[in-house]
């Protein structure tokens, strides 16, 4: 099967470098090698394919834009944008395992860590031999993060970590967490927790119908002695995880156009192909509708991502600006896969096709990373300067 006919419908090649292309196909080049032919089958087993990560490091998808000589790319955000896109096109919790990787792991200890921190941990970390995980969400705080109650407390040259983080991307099998938590004043700071740690568990989380490729669990501490070289010294505050978080929506705005490609590549080339009433069933009126608003939406978050990479790599972006990248992104996504869904018929309930699995997988995009409707009002308090959360 041909895989990936990118959709290119307003000659966005043309916004591209060379570089950038190549970077784009080689991603593009690993999904179709390595993930699509294997990533059903884990799917269906709910299994993280752990080999992948190794692979990914030396593709160089772990922190892109984070300097070489720390173990990163030294790109710019149009590369990391694009490896996102052509990562989800396989899978987006392949994609995710990426985004937690290198925004949420190796950027916070590049941004906020000390020289011995970012010399430790990033090298390994870009190429693929540790995996890391970042620990933010908690059981009672999940879109109101500041709530949290993981907390520490000084004792001489450690500090003692005590409470519980959920829902936590690779926390199964991850060799470090970044994890937030309050000290005694309350002010949260980043923790840099190693597995092995005495009384540091990461309990999987079992029965998810979404991401099913991807592991997620909790992250728990108990009295865990935590070495004061493992804070991050140069945040404190909120700032801190939420200046991740940007990053990281930035490549799920990317990545989910990847997912909505991949599904309108396939309901495309279905209706080509399958005959009904003795026509193939995209010469009828209501399938050329879906199409159609398929590949309008598709091109208009292109165009919406390209432009936020355009104003990240200039440093002038805002988060709120992401905020609508990531919400528009996750919603065209969604919209794509289920009009696929219904174009492919039966067929389209099975893992013959990738459809369903992007449409259950994209349950769980439109939800972590701030939910859809916290990113409604995050562009709805830029506009109006009005706080609607609370
Ligand atoms: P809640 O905050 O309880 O929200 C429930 C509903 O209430 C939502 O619809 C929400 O939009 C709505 N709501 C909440 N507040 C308001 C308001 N003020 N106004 C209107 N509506 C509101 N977290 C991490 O820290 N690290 C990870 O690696 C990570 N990976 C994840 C992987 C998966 C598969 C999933 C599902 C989640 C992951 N998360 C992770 C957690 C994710 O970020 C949270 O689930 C998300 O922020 C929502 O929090 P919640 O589930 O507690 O929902």
Known sequence: QDLFQSPDYLQLDDLLTEEHKMIRDAVRNYVKQEISPIIEEYAQKAEFPRQIVKQMGELGVFGPTIPAEYGGGGLDYISYGLMMQELERGDSGVRSTASVQGSLVMFPIYEYGNEEQRKKYLPKLGSGEWLGCFGLTEPNHGSNPAG??????????????????????????????????????????????????????????????????????????????????????????????????????????????????DCYDTALRYAKERVQFDRPIAGFQLQQKKLAEMITEISKAQLLNWRVAVLMNEGKVTPAQVSMAKRNGCEVAHNVCRDARQMLGGMGITGEYSVMRHMMNLESVITYEGTHDIHLLITGMDVTGLNAFS
């Open 148 to 261: 949290m109650l993981t907390n520490f407390k000084d004792a001489g040259d450690h500090v003692i970590l005590n409470g519980a983080k959920m829902w936590i991307s690779n926390a199964p099998f991850a060799d470090i967490a970044v994890v937030w938590a309050k000290n005694e004043e309350g002010v949260v700071h980043g923790l840099v927790v190693e597995r092995g740690m005495e009384g540091f568990s990461t309990p999987t989380t079992h029965g998810k119908w979404s991401l099913r490729a991807s592991a997620t669990g909790e992250l728990v501490f108990d009295n865990v002695k935590v070495p004061k070289a493992n804070i991050l010294p140069n945040v404190k505050g909120m700032r801190g995880p939420l200046s991740c978080l940007t990053k990281a929506r930035f490549g799920i705005a990317w990545g989910t156009v990847g997912a909505a490609m």
